[in-house]
């Protein structure tokens, strides 16, 4: 079994624990440009020029043992609870579809399932859900309805994973509202545990979104759940910048790596490479034949292949109250893991090569840094780079 080793921290939360509540750390800072009403006819803070801005966030998940894995998520700790105005900080559904060409294509993927694996079982996941839906205009998606499904593998909660899981299934909402979504919960956040929430995933989904990740290690037959023919997996290349050892599974040529981006404003869209997307070569796994053309700086398998909003200083809204109050911004790849499967929904499920092919479709982030190995494993510029891949969402085009 693929072993998955600590991964670097900014705040280290004890195994297990309730892990908000933890030290913060300052994120790299970004470019700093938050109505009455609810639902759809409410104004965004970002329409209101008061959205994005940068304050302190820190890791949502705790430091995992050998063998385990860590979720790619950070919760601003300065923006928490009711908003003062009717809409939340944070980007929301709108802000998203805008600043990603999305705001027709959103309206399809009807009925189309997207999974999301995560580890423990949330209780308020689908009431939160629901308090998120409401408060954007976007239509109803319960177990009632059909449109939602959660299945529990395990008894164990924990704070932090329940908060991934509120972020994973409110970006999915935020990009393809008329999506199914499918959310299994793993036992605990062990490798053998998350694989068989991914088999559980894909055989009842074609398209399956992965916000974690532990260091590469060595081939094994549990690559083999993760890269499945005709079914498209994305995982989160980590948070921690350039990473030496690459981030697993992302780093398998057949799993979608995403980075992240700092998206400092949506409409003209404004965005660059967020210095904690990670990046990296692979020491284990061969450079596959869409990667073989352009340059990566990698003999090997390099990552990550595409991105999306990452940066907490540009974060999204969220609705979480497991132990949390409510509202809350969250930053990190695990915000553009999500979204970037829901493009695939929209898109009709596509192969990365198909991605890649399509390349000079996308947006493409070219300033901005998550390391001092300069370019293009470290630095953004045109074409391929190590933080925001081959570019970020513009329309469903190669998805």
């Known amino acids: 079994m693929k072993k998955l080793h600590v991964l670097a921290a900014g705040a280290i939360c004890a195994f297990l624990a309730a892990c908000s509540g933890g030290g913060s750390t300052t994120v790299p800072t970004a470019q700093s440009p938050q109505s009455t009403g609810t639902g759809a006819a409410a104004m965004s803070q970002a329409q209101r020029g008061l959205w994005p801005r940068s304050g302190p966030a820190q890791r949502v998940c705790g430091t995992p043992s050998a063998g385990t894995a860590e979720c790619a998520a950070w919760i601003r700790t300065d923006i928490q609870g009711s908003p003062a105005a009717a809409s939340p900080s944070g980007y929301t559904p709108s802000d998203l579809q805008t600043a990603y ?36 205009g976007l239509p109803a998606c319960t177990t009632a309805n059909g449109c939602f499904s959660k299945v529990v593998l395990g008894r164990r909660t924990n704070t932090g994973w329940a908060e991934e899981e509120s972020l994973d299934v409110d970006m999915v909402s935020a990009i393809c509202p008329n999506c199914h979504i499918l959310l299994v919960e793993a036992a605990t956040n062990s490798t053998s545990n998350l694989t068989s929430a991914e088999d559980y995933a894909l055989s009842h989904a074609n398209i399956a979104s992965n916000s974690w990740s532990g260091n590469e290690s060595s081939a094994s037959s549990t690559d083999s759940h993760y890269q499945v023919s005709g079914k498209v997996v994305t995982a989160a290349t980590g948070d921690s910048g350039y990473n030496s050892v690459a981030q697993w599974p992302a780093i398998l040529p057949g799993v979608i790596g995403v980075g992240g981006t700092s998206l400092t404003a949506i409409s003209p869209r404004a965005e660059s490479a967020w210095s904690g997307a990670g990046s990296g070569c692979s020491k284990v796994y061969a450079k596959p034949s869409f990667q073989s053309t352009i340059n990566t700086g990698c003999a090997m398998r390099a990552e990550a292949d595409v991105s999306a909003i990452g940066d907490p200083n540009t974060g999204v809204a969220v609705y979480d109250t497991y132990h949390e109050p409510g509202w809350l911004v969250f930053g990190g790849t695990s915000v553009a893991t999500p979204i970037i499967a829901s493009v695939y929904a929209l898109g009709g499920v596509n192969t990365a090569s198909t991605l890649y092919g399509k390349a000079s479709s996308l947006y493409d982030p070219t300033s901005g840094s998550n390391g001092n190995c300069g370019a293009p494993l470290c630095t953004a510029g045109t074409g391929w780079d190590g933080p925001t891949g081959i570019g970020t969402p513009n329309g469903t085009t190669g998805f």
């Not at 399809?108 to 399932?113: K, Q, R």
């Not at 580890?119 to 939160?128: K, L």
């Open 101 to 136: 060409n999305l705001l027709t294509a959103s309206k399809g993927g009807s009925g189309i399932t997207v999974a999301i694996v995560d580890a423990f079982d949330d209780p308020n996941a689908e009431s939160d859900l629901a308090v998120y839906r409401s408060q954007f």
